[in-house]
C-alpha cells in the first residue's frame, strides 16, 4: 500500500495537526504501508522543495501570493491551483494507491480533482471544519458569508471522497447530518505514544524557585493561546481560588494570539502576582514544566468549534498521570469522565471552575484514583497503534480501479 498524505503543514513545525500527522506516518509504517508526505503553501517553515524531517522526507509547494492572487478568495483558489500542480508532480514520482488528504478543504479540493484525473482513490481526513476555525481566528462570523461559502466547499468534498475519516464522534455525527453515508465515516480518535510520557516526574527545584513555585499550588496551562481554549476564564476564577487556596499559582507556558490580552487581564483583576507567563519553551522542556504543575486546567469556552472537536493536551495529561480539571464541552466529555479520570466543570462558568479546583485540591485522596484511572484509560483506548490501526479498514474500503499512472508506467 502506498499512500500520499497531503497535509496543511508539518513538522519541523509544532503544532497538535504536526505531532498527529507524525505518529500517523510512524505507525502506518510499522504496518508496513509505504507513505509520502506533501505540504501545502501554508507550511512556512524555511528549506527546500524537499527535505528530511525527523526520519520521514516530505515534499513541499514553494508559493508566494502576488498581485490579485493576493487578495481574499482569489489567494485561496491560487493555493489550490498551485498545490494542484505540485500533487501532479509528486503522483507521477511516487504513483500512490490512496491520496489521503488532511483537513482544512483547501487540501481536499486539489487531491479529489487529481485523483480524479488519474483515477486514484481519495481519503479525506476532517480534523475540524475550516469554517468553525475562522469564527475563531476572527477572519469570519458563524452564518456570515464567508462561513456559509467554507461551509458548502466542505460538505461538497465530503460528498465527494470515497472515504472520510475524521478524529471524533463530534465531527462524525456533523459529518453523517450533511449527507455521508455513515459506513464512509470512520473515527480514528487523537492518541498518545504512552510509553514516551514519564510518569508522575518530580518538580525541578532550581526551576521552581526560579519562576517563584516553591510551596506552591500549581494550576497550569501548556499549549497554545487561543481564544476557545477559555485561559481568561481561568484568570476571572483565580481571585475565587486564591481566598480558599492562598498559596495557589497560575503557571501558563506557551504563547498565541491571546498572549498580551491575558497578560492586560491578569492586571485588571489584580492577580498578576499570581501568574507567572513562560512563554514558548522548547519541545525537549516542556516536560519539566509538566512536573511543576499540580492540576492542569483546560477551560474551553461552549461553542461549535469546542463542541464537536477533542484535544490532544488532556490525553497527554492522563498519559502523565496528571490531575485535570476541564470544561464541560462535547470535545471534553468524549475524553473525561467526571470523577473518575478527572473533573468537568460547567463551560463559561469562572464560577463552577474556581469550586472545581478548590474541590480537587481539598481532597488529596482521590488523587491516586484519578491519576491512575487516566492512565489506563488511555492505555486501553488512545494509544496510536489501535487508533492508526483503523486506517486498515479505510483504505481496504477504497476502489481499486486501475490508476492513470499505472497505465502510464
Request: net charge positive; with cysteine.
Amino acid at each position: 500500500m502506498r499512500v500520499l498524505h497531503v497535509f496543511d503543514h508539518s513538522i519541523p513545525l509544532h503544532s497538535g495537526y504536526t505531532f498527529r500527522s507524525r505518529s500517523i506516518l510512524r505507525e502506518q509504517r510499522r504496518l508496513g504501508w509505504e507513505t509520502f508526505h506533501l505540504t501545502s503553501p501554508k507550511h512556512s517553515a524555511p528549506g527546500r522543495d524537499e527535505e528530511d524531517v525527523d526520519g520521514l522526507h516530505f515534499y513541499r509547494t514553494r508559493w508566494q501570493p502576488s498581485g490579485i492572487a493576493a487578495l481574499p478568495v482569489l489567494r485561496e483558489f491560487a493555493l489550490m491551483r498551485a498545490l494542484e500542480r505540485r500533487l501532479l508532480e509528486v503522483c507521477a514520482r511516487v504513483q500512490p494507491d490512496v491520496l489521503h488528504a488532511h483537513s482544512p478543504v483547501l487540501n481536499a479540493l486539489p487531491a479529489l480533482r487529481v485523483g480524479r484525473r488519474l483515477g486514484v482513490p481519495v481519503v479525506y481526513e476532517v480534523r475540524a471544519f475550516w469554517e468553525d476555525a475562522a469564527v475563531d481566528h476572527g477572519t469570519s462570523r458563524e452564518g456570515d458569508l464567508r462561513y456559509r461559502a467554507s461551509r458548502a466547499l466542505e460538505t461538497w468534498a465530503l460528498r465527494r471522497a470515497d472515504q472520510v475519516t475524521t478524529i471524533c464522534d463530534g465531527l462524525r455525527n456533523e459529518i453523517v447530518a450533511r449527507g455521508v453515508a455513515a459506513d464512509r465515516v470512520t473515527v480514528i480518535p487523537n492518541a498518545v505514544d504512552v510509553e514516551k510520557f514519564a510518569v508522575g516526574g518530580a518538580a525541578d527545584p532550581a526551576l521552581s524557585a526560579e519562576l517563584g513555585l516553591q510551596g506552591k499550588r500549581v494550576l497550569g496551562f501548556i499549549g497554545s493561546f487561543y481564544a476557545y481554549e477559555g485561559l481568561a476564564l481561568l484568570l476571572a476564577a483565580l481571585p475565587a481560588i486564591a481566598a480558599e487556596v492562598p498559596n495557589v499559582r497560575v503557571l501558563l507556558v506557551g504563547g498565541g494570539p491571546q498572549d498580551a490580552a491575558l497578560k492586560s487581564a491578569a492586571k485588571q483583576l489584580g492577580v498578576e502576582h499570581l501568574v507567572v507567563f513562560r512563554g514558548r519553551v522548547p519541545h525537549e522542556q516542556v516536560e519539566r514544566y509538566y512536573d511543576l504543575i499540580d492540576v492542569l486546567v483546560y477551560p474551553r469556552l461552549p461553542m461549535r468549534l469546542t463542541e464537536i472537536v477533542t484535544p490532544l493536551k488532556p490525553l497527554e495529561a492522563m498519559a502523565r498521570r496528571r490531575l485535570l480539571v476541564a470544561s464541560d464541552v462535547g470535545g471534553h466529555k468524549e475524553l473525561i469522565h467526571d470523577g473518575q479520570t478527572g473533573r468537568l466543570f460547567q463551560a463559561g462558568s469562572a464560577a463552577a471552575l474556581a469550586a472545581a479546583v478548590i474541590e480537587l485540591l481539598g481532597a488529596p485522596q482521590s488523587w491516586e484514583a484519578l491519576r491512575a484511572a487516566g492512565r489506563q484509560f488511555v492505555e486501553r483506548e488512545r494509544t496510536w497503534a489501535a487508533s492508526v490501526a483503523r486506517y486498515a479498514s479505510v483504505y481496504a474500503a477504497v476502489p481499486r480501479a486501475e490508476s492513470a499512472l499505472v497505465r502510464s508506467a
